[in-house]
């Protein structure tokens, strides 16, 4: 009979515990949750998700050096320069990506009004 009383008062002292240590972080984790709440769902969201189309078009083309669709000649030619330095195939960069920067930056030049 006197074990089964220490048990129940372990258990009463443990839940009383852990009760008075929510309390008293209670105000924390509420700040935790709201500043949770102004961070991004995913991490790669700002990352396209697609693959590449079959042909080349204005937006893909944008999108894969980073410009808007209506970018001046000067800023796709800032672009591709700066992505091709980092994914450079000479420099251990994908000769297939390198392939799309350099088609998406002739695109864009050439179709420019």
Not at 71 to 84: N, W
Request: glycine share 8%.
């Amino acid at each position: 009979m006197s074990s089964m009383v220490m048990v129940v008062g372990l258990g009463l002292t443990v839940a009383g515990l852990t009760g008075r240590q929510f309390l008293k972080y209670r105000k924390a984790l509420e700040t935790v949750y709201k500043t949770a709440e102004f961070l991004p769902k995913d991490p790669f969201s700002k990352y396209y998700k697609g693959g590449f189309e079959k042909k080349m078009s204005k937006r893909e083309a944008s999108l894969i050096l980073g410009v808007s669709q209506s970018a001046s000649p000067a800023r796709v030619k800032e672009a591709h320069k700066r992505i091709m330095l980092l994914n450079h195939p000479d420099r251990g960069g994908s000769p297939y990506l390198a392939t799309k920067i350099n088609e998406a930056k002739d695109y864009l030049e050439s179709k420019k009004p």
